[in-house]
């Protein structure tokens, strides 16, 4: 077998459906295998989850060189950031660091094999990229939402401090209390406390749940709905293009060349 058939057979190997399926399985058992290794068990038992963790390990790696076997554009292969991140995974995972002073360090990459679900599922590869695009726009919102908390916990403070300096006592705890109400953690306990005082500060906790909750949070989501959509635009036109397939760009330049024939024909 040449090296293009072994390219080709390992190409449709990885994309075959059953092949996923049994690899996101064997993910699913690699995360039992750590929780397993969390409870009081006895030692042979111990044994034998450390000879399935060998296993898993070892089973990784082959599906790694499947993928990068089956690779077309092999030196494009780890500029895809979750290959890295595979490849990075597998290969700490493969070094003997049980019995040194990199023991822990060990078994936190094992943990983080669990995240090699979203590299094989694309649908949550979709979720994590979009909401890692969206983080400069929600992060305007986040600075918007600080100077709000920060405004309330101000007025929070001046007027609640004397009624219970455990939650107004300054605007730092003033501001974690805030995000209590903003939980609804028991926030009427909080708000029926101050009324007794003041019994129209009822005002000051509906509208500070209003601007937080309601409307900040339809902000974030409005954010990451927009981001989601346009990355699945972008990656229904990447495989169209992967695919041979021409696009709503490529039909507008054929139909704009077909225009430009017309006016020249005599």
Request: net charge negative; glycine share 4%.
């Amino acid at each position: 077998m040449n090296t293009e058939n072994l390219q080709s057979n390992f190409y449709k190997l990885r994309h075959n459906r059953f092949f996923e399926f049994f690899v996101v399985a064997v993910i699913l058992f690699s995360a039992l295998v750590i929780g397993a290794k969390t409870y009081d068990i006895p030692e042979n038992v111990l044994l034998v989850i450390g000879w399935l963790d060998i296993g898993i390990t070892l089973f990784f790696l082959i599906e790694l060189s499947i993928r990068f076997i089956g690779e077309p554009q092999k030196k494009y292969f780890f500029k895809n950031a979750w290959n890295t991140f595979d490849s990075l995974i597998v290969t700490i995972s493969l070094m003997p660091v049980e019995d040194s002073e990199l023991a822990l360090i060990g078994r936190l990459i094992r943990i983080f094999r669990v995240l090699r679900m979203v590299s094989v599922i694309p649908e949550l590869r979709l979720l994590l990229n979009s909401l890692i695009k969206a983080l400069p726009q929600l992060g305007y919102v986040i600075l918007l939402m600080f100077i709000i908390f920060y405004i309330y916990a101000a007025v929070g403070s001046s007027f609640f401090a004397s009624i219970n300096a455990t939650l107004w006592g300054d605007i730092s705890i003033s501001m974690l209390t805030l995000f209590r109400v903003m939980t609804f953690e028991d926030w009427t306990d909080v708000m029926y406390e101050t009324m007794v005082v003041y019994s129209f500060s009822w005002l000051y906790y509906l509208s500070f749940i209003f601007l937080t909750t309601f409307a900040f949070l339809n902000m974030v989501i409005g954010i990451i709905v927009n981001v989601m959509e346009e990355e699945h635009a972008q990656e229904i036109k990447e495989q169209a293009i992967a695919d041979g397939e021409p696009t709503i760009q490529d039909l507008s330049n054929q139909i704009q060349e077909l225009k430009e024939m017309l006016k020249h024909r005599p």
